[in-house]
């Protein structure tokens, strides 16, 4: 499903697939945010070709964190030559393979094939794929090295003009206007490094950092409008009912 000019969605929801997979298209490479539970390889290999990046190697994939259903691939595409990027605080859970059943406070296991992180960043990280820039947030409290990734759609510029802003937002909240009035869906709080404390600043941050004209999150489907509104939404709902 193409999102922009320049982002598709290769696999996730609309594929009945857990972890929205994300790709951007450059000239001569892909690059992923994210890569979907361990299942979801050939879909994403499937809509790559579909949409005509079936010919150009996976050169980067950035995670938004490193649960199952985001990192669940990534030893696929790193075996395949793709520079794997995380946040610090999730690091380990890529290199152990996700977690245990003992190690959650719902007794279910979440496992992938374990991954050795190429890039590990601490902070605000500016990364280049081609010609894009993508600038990377450390937002913890849904894990600890969750983060987003935000982006200018460089093929969007026209007349002078920027391209749209594109904000990738892993799990900390997802959008879903169907469920009604209640638009946004909250991250799991179930990973043993839930921490609303780290949260809560994280929804602050992102309330007064980010005004995009698209959000794509780990889950549910994208939001092409009133990208702050959404934040500050997802931000009031937390303070509301998870604290
Ligand atoms: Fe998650």
């Known amino acids: 499903m193409q999102i922009t000019k320049s982002v598709y969605l290769v696999s996730g929801a609309p594929y009945d697939l857990l972890g929205n997979v994300w790709a951007i298209r450059g000239e001569k490479g892909v690059a992923l945010v994210d890569s979907g539970e361990p299942p979801a390889a050939e879909t994403i290999e499937e809509s790559l070709r579909f949409w005509g990046m079936g010919g150009l190697p996976v050169t980067h994939l950035f995670l938004t964190h490193g649960h199952a259903d985001h990192a669940g691939c990534a ?30 406070p719902y007794g279910e296991g979440w496992t992938y094939p374990p991954c050795e992180p190429d890039i590990v960043f601490r902070e605000k990280t500016v990364f280049a794929f081609e010609d894009f820039r993508l600038t990377a947030y450390p937002l913890p409290g849904h894990s600890d090295g969750s983060a987003f990734y935000e982006m200018e759609d460089i093929r969007e510029r026209s007349d002078g003009r920027k391209g749209r802003t594109v904000l990738f937002t892993g799990d900390t909240f997802s959008f879903d206007r169907e469920t009604g009035e209640d638009h946004v869906v909250l991250c799991w709080r179930g990973s043993p490094d839930y921490d609303p404390v780290k949260l809560k600043e994280s929804f602050d941050f992102a309330a007064q950092r980010f005004s995009p004209d698209v959000i794509l999150s780990g889950h549910g489907m994208p939001l092409l409008r009133n990208g702050n509104a959404v934040i500050r939404a997802a931000a009031r709902k937390f303070l509301n009912t998870y604290r």
């Open 75 to 104: 030893l696929y595409f790193r075996k395949k030559g793709a520079k794997t990027v995380v946040q610090e605080g999730d690091a380990h859970w890529l290199r152990e393979g996700g977690f245990a059943a003992d190690r959650t």
